[in-house]
C-alpha cells in the first residue's frame, strides 16, 4: 500500500499534536473569530490523545484522498470531519455551515417560507417535535412523534440534517412531499404541502363555560408573557368578574426563549408562597461557570388571586413549555394534565467560528425547582388524559356515553331558581369533547376544582367540615 501524506494530511496532524500539548488555535491564526464564545472550561477528559490516535486520523485522510473512487478535496475532507465530531454528539448539537448558518439568522430574525414543523434528529431521520399552529404540517395532520424518512422521494437519513431542513423550507406556493412513519400504523404516510410565510400566533384566549378562561400559547417569544397578561385580563373583563379558573394551553409548543418561559411562570406565582425552593423557577447547569443560570419568582401578586389552574402538555410541548410546567408543577400553583412532555431539557448556545461559519453545542441541561432534569424524561402529568377521539353520537341514547341522565334531564323537574356555581354542569359539552377532549376534561377538572375550594371555604366559615347532603 503506497504511502502518501499530502500538505493537508500534514496539517491535520500538525493541528492535532498541538490540541494533544493544549496550545489554543485561535493563538496561531487557526480560528478568526470568536466573538460570543463562552469561557472554556478546563479539560475533564479521562483520556488523552496519543501518537497513535493522530496517526490513525491522518492515516484514514490520506487513505480516503488516495483510493475513494472519486477525487475529494481536502476542503470537504475538513468539513466533514468537523461534522463528523458533532454526530458523535447529541441530537441538537451541530456546525453550521455557511448556507445553515445565514438560515439560522434568517429565522430568528423575520418571517420564513416552510411548512411550520418543530424537528430534531433522530435515528438517521427527522423526529417531529410538534407541528406549529395554523400552518401547513398541523392543518395536514402531522403529530408530534411522527418520523419523516423521506423528503420529496429521497431519503432523509441520505442527508445531513441541515440539508434535510433545508429541504423543509422554499418558498411560499411552493409545493414539498413527506414521508412519514407513525407509531402503531404499519404503513407509511404521505403528505403533500404547500409551503407558505410561517407567523406563529404566540397566544389567543376565549372563554369557556363557567366563567373559566382558556389562554393558549403556541410559542415562547419576546411579548409572548404580556401577550397572556393582556388576554387574561381581556377574559376578565368579558366575564365581568374574576375568572373561576384558567387553563394554560401548552400542548403542541416546541419552546421558543428561556426569558418568555420565566416571565409566564412568573406570572402565576408569588414569592412570598414560593420559599419551599429558595423562589426559583428553573436553573441550570453546565461544566463551566456561564452555563450556570438561575432565574426566580419576583412576582408578589398572583394574576389569578389563587384561582384553579390546569396546565394542559402532550409530547409536543417541549424546552420552555416543560420549563413552565415544572415550575408550577413544584410550586403545586397548577395542575398538570395531559400526556408526557417531550424531554428536551437542554441548553443550545450558538458561538460563530468565523463569519460565515458557527457551531450549535449543548452547553447546559435545565432543571426545575425541585432539581428535576427534564432532559429526556419530560415533565409527568399529574392528571394522565389520553388524546381521545370521541365520535359524534348516533341516536340519542348514544349521548349517555358523554353525559349520563340527570335530575334536569327528567321531564317535569323542578328548575332551581338559585344562582349557579361554577360547578354547574348543565350546559352542552359534547361539542367540545368532540373536537377536543382533553381540553373538555380539562374544563372537568377546573369545576372540581372549583367546587372543591368553596366547599372548603364554606366549612371553614362554619368551623365544620362540610357534609355531603
Do not use: W
Not at 473512487?69 to 458523535?88: A, H, S
Not at 378562561?213 to 385580563?233: C, S, W
Request: charged share 20%; with cysteine; aromatic share 6%.
Amino acid at each position: 500500500m503506497t504511502q502518501c501524506t499530502s500538505h493537508f494530511t500534514k496539517i491535520i496532524s500538525l493541528l492535532c499534536a498541538l490540541i494533544l500539548i493544549g496550545v489554543p488555535l485561535k493563538s496561531l491564526g487557526f480560528v478568526e473569530e470568536a466573538s460570543n464564545a463562552l469561557n472554556s472550561p478546563a479539560s475533564d477528559a479521562t483520556t488523552s490523545l496519543t501518537q497513535d490516535d493522530i496517526d490513525r486520523f491522518t492515516t484514514a485522510i490520506t487513505e480516503i484522498k488516495d483510493y475513494y473512487v472519486q477525487p475529494t478535496d481536502d476542503k470537504k475532507l475538513l468539513e466533514n470531519g468537523i461534522r463528523g465530531m458533532f454526530n458523535g454528539l447529541d441530537p441538537h448539537s451541530e456546525y453550521l455551515d455557511a448556507s445553515a448558518y445565514k438560515a439560522l439568522k434568517t429565522a430568528t430574525q423575520g418571517s420564513f417560507g416552510g411548512i411550520g414543523i418543530e424537528v430534531t434528529g433522530d435515528y438517521g431521520v427527522l423526529k417531529v417535535i410538534s407541528p406549529l399552529d395554523n400552518t401547513p404540517a398541523a392543518k395536514a395532520g402531522i403529530k408530534p412523534h411522527d418520523y419523516i424518512v423521506a423528503i420529496n422521494g429521497k431519503l432523509v437519513d441520505q442527508m445531513s440534517m441541515n440539508e434535510a431542513v433545508d429541504q423543509l423550507q422554499g418558498p411560499p406556493g411552493s409545493s414539498v412531499t413527506l414521508t412519514v412513519i407513525r407509531q402503531d400504523i404499519k404503513k407509511t404516510l404521505t403528505f403533500h404541502l404547500n409551503r407558505q410565510i410561517i407567523h406563529v400566533v404566540s397566544v389567543s384566549h376565549k372563554l369557556l363555560e363557567n366563567n373559566i378562561g382558556y389562554v393558549r400559547i403556541g410559542e415562547f417569544q419576546a411579548p409572548t408573557a404580556d401577550l397572556m397578561i393582556k388576554a387574561i385580563h381581556e377574559l376578565q373583563s368579558e366575564a365581568k368578574r374574576p375568572l373561576s379558573g384558567l387553563i394554560l394551553d401548552l400542548r403542541n409548543n416546541p419552546g421558543g426563549l428561556l426569558n418568555s418561559a420565566v416571565d409566564v411562570s412568573n406570572v402565576f406565582l408569588n414569592k412570598k408562597n414560593t420559599l419551599a425552593y429558595h423562589n426559583v423557577i428553573v436553573y441550570t447547569e453546565g461544566r463551566f461557570s456561564d452555563a450556570k443560570f438561575s432565574a426566580s419568582v419576583t412576582n408578589t401578586n398572583d394574576i389569578l388571586n389563587g384561582a384553579p389552574l390546569v396546565v394542559l402538555i402532550n409530547a409536543g410541548s417541549a424546552s420552555a413549555s416543560e420549563i413552565v410546567a415544572g415550575a408550577l408543577q413544584d410550586y403545586r400553583r397548577g395542575v398538570i394534565a395531559g400526556t408526557v412532555s417531550f424531554g428536551k431539557g437542554s441548553v443550545q448556545t450558538i458561538l460563530p467560528l468565523d463569519k460565515n461559519h458557527a457551531v450549535k453545542l449543548t452547553t447546559a441541561l435545565y432543571h426545575t425547582p425541585a432539581g428535576r432534569v427534564i432532559q429526556n424524561k419530560g415533565i409527568i402529568p399529574d392528571i394522565s388524559i389520553g388524546d381521545f377521539i370521541v365520535n359524534p353520537p348516533k341516536t340519542d341514547a348514544d349521548t349517555t356515553m358523554l353525559a349520563p341522565i340527570r335530575e334536569f334531564d327528567l321531564k317535569g323537574h323542578l328548575a332551581n331558581k338559585t344562582v349557579g356555581n361554577a360547578f354547574d354542569d348543565s350546559e352542552d359539552t359534547s361539542g367540545l369533547a368532540q373536537s377536543d377532549f382533553q381540553l373538555y376534561q380539562a374544563v372537568k377538572i377546573v369545576k372540581t376544582m372549583v367546587f372543591v375550594d368553596n366547599a372548603a371555604l364554606a366549612a371553614a366559615s362554619k368551623n365544620q367540615s362540610p357534609v355531603a347532603r
